[in-house]
C-alpha cells in the first residue's frame, strides 16, 4: 500500500524534491535510523561479552 501511494503520487516540477516526494526521504530517514540503532546495539552488546567472559575466567582461574 506504501508502494502503491508513492507510485500515484503526483510529483510537480516546480516544487523541491524534500516538498515533492516526503515518502522517500521518510524511508531513508527510516532506514538509517535502523541502521544507527543496530550499530548503537552492537557496540553496546560487544563489552558486555568481553566482560562475561573475563569474568567466567577469572572464576574458573579462582
Same mark, same amino acid.
Given at each position: ?9 503526483? =510529483? ?5 524534491? !524534500?516538498? @515533492?516526494? *516526503?515518502?522517500?526521504? %521518510? ?8 541502521? =544507527? ?5 552492537? !557496540?553496546? @552488546?560487544? *563489552?558486555?561479552?568481553? %566482560? ?10 579462582i
Amino acid at each position: 500500500m506504501f508502494a502503491h501511494w508513492l507510485l500515484n503520487e503526483p =510529483i510537480p516540477a516546480h516544487r523541491p524534491l !524534500l516538498h @515533492a516526494a *516526503p515518502s522517500v526521504w %521518510h524511508v531513508i530517514v527510516s532506514v538509517a535510523g535502523i541502521i =544507527i540503532v543496530v550499530c548503537i546495539i552492537f !557496540l553496546l @552488546a560487544r *563489552p558486555d561479552r568481553k %566482560h562475561d567472559t573475563y569474568e567466567r575466567e577469572d572464576n574458573e582461574n579462582i
